[in-house]
């Protein structure tokens, strides 16, 4: 009988967002204790997540295109599809099925629900603050020093930074993930993928096998390119990098594991969770300057920092002795 325990369906908890395990994972708990006895696969739960998103994102619009805005509903929305987003993944390791494909799936489902919310939050700022919508006149709900159009460029350019933020948690998370623990590992290499395509050959490939392929692996070319530049201490491909062992396990989270509590404020759980409170609470605008200003004053020294951790560790002149193994 597996662990049934809230503790058991965490991740290793230095690599676990604040709000993920202070709201999300409590919440999803509930769902998956509720899955766990049935039929429903975790893919059926992302899903679900997927079309709560959607649900958020059409109450978003609903300020522009009616000027009757639903912004309470669309964040509490979009918070909610953050719970069912943790709860396929609680459920897949409480089975032991996580895959490549159920992760790439997750991160496609982000994906849309993203593109249906974050429009629409931008929407509803213009609108909000003097643009002109098809639905309604111009709200000019907030004095602003700033034209509508200047909103949506800063939200258009914190947009573009989040997504290198949640980009740079996640890997740092993986490769945490690999280094410390001797069976859970999260991060796949492009090499992976093509080894598993050429094995399978034309015939036996599956749909998953095709979207792993022709989703998965050109996210994870990008995603190191961008590495190779931010942190290029660190190895590019996960089998590069030390075998697991206890000794190197210690090691590595004794020298980074401050450093991953704090990209763990750069997930998609935090992300999500602010931009959904600041929907409810009706100032996205104060939320885009948070994003676009705090998050990014802050990796102007996180990044340094974790540059010269990923040097001592990674270097090939890097010393073991057996005080500092």
């Known amino acids: 009988m597996p662990d049934l325990s809230f503790r058991a369906m965490l991740k290793p908890i230095d690599v676990e967002e604040v709000i993920d395990v202070a709201l999300h994972r409590p919440l999803a708990y509930v769902i998956t204790r509720l899955a766990y006895p049935t039929a429903i696969t975790p893919d059926q739960i992302t899903w679900v997540s997927m079309f ?71 929407a509803h700022v213009w609108w909000q603050h003097g643009g002109a919508s098809p ?29 290198a933020h949640t980009i740079l948690y996640d890997h740092y998370k993986n490769v945490y993930l690999h280094l410390t623990q001797p069976i859970r590992k999260e991060g796949d290499d492009p090499e992976d993928i093509d080894d598993a395509w050429a094995r399978k050959g034309t015939v036996l490939r599956s749909v998953k096998d095709w979207l792993t392929f022709h989703i998965s692996r050109p996210y994870l070319q990008r995603q190191r390119a961008l590495f190779d530049w931010i942190d290029p201490y660190l190895p590019s491909r996960f089998r590069d990098m030390p075998t697991y062992s206890p000794e190197t396990a210690a ?39 948070v994003r676009l200003v705090g998050f990014n004053l802050a990796l102007v020294a996180l990044v340094p920092a974790q540059r010269r951790a990923s040097r001592a560790f990674f270097s090939p002149t890097a010393v073991t002795t057996p005080e500092h193994p």
């Open 251 to 289: 090691r590595f989270r004794k020298a980074q594991r401050g450093l991953m509590r704090v990209w763990t404020f750069y997930g998609i759980g935090t992300h999500i969770f602010g931009l959904g409170l600041a929907m409810m609470l009706d100032r996205v605008d104060v939320y885009i300057l």
């Open 52 to 122: 709560v998103g959607i649900a958020a994102g059409l109450a978003g619009w609903s300020s522009f295109a009616l000027g009757a805005p639903h912004m309470i509903a669309s964040g509490a929305l979009f918070i909610l599809s953050a719970v069912f987003d943790c709860s396929d993944g609680q459920l897949a390791r409480l089975r032991g099925t996580s895959s490549s494909f159920g992760r790439m799936l997750d991160g496609a489902v982000d994906a849309v629900v993203q593109a249906s919310v974050v429009p629409a939050a931008l």
């Open 135 to 163: 639905g309604a006149p111009p709200a000019m709900v907030l004095p602003s020093v700033l034209p509508p159009w200047a909103w949506v460029l800063l939200g258009v350019a914190a947009v573009a930074t989040g997504v």
